[in-house]
């Protein structure tokens, strides 16, 4: 029996970013962390603080974004 190989490709592609952000209300400036999809990044309006529960509005900067998903944002 001959044995055939085959070679397997799966590309390497960001699938997940991290972002920190503090709150912005004065009483509290807590460290949040977001992790954000590549469709959650480019639709990103903002964040609900964890310590404080309050919205934050908030954009993700190009420069924040892996370079294959800026064209789509």
């Not at 949040?32 to 590549?38: A, G, R």
């Not at 639709?43 to 529960?53: A, D, I, V």
């Not at 420069?63 to 064209?71: D, I, M, V, Y």
Request: with cysteine; aromatic share 8%; charged share 35%.
């Amino acid at each position: 029996m001959e044995r055939t190989s085959r070679k397997l490709h799966f590309p390497r592609e960001v699938l997940l970013v991290e972002i920190e952000r503090r709150c912005g209300f004065a009483d509290c400036q807590a460290k949040n962390l977001i992790s954000l999809t590549k469709s959650e990044a480019i639709q990103y309006r903002g964040f609900e603080c964890l310590n404080c529960e309050r919205w934050n509005d908030d954009r993700a900067k190009l420069e924040q974004l892996p370079t294959s998903w800026r064209n789509d944002s």
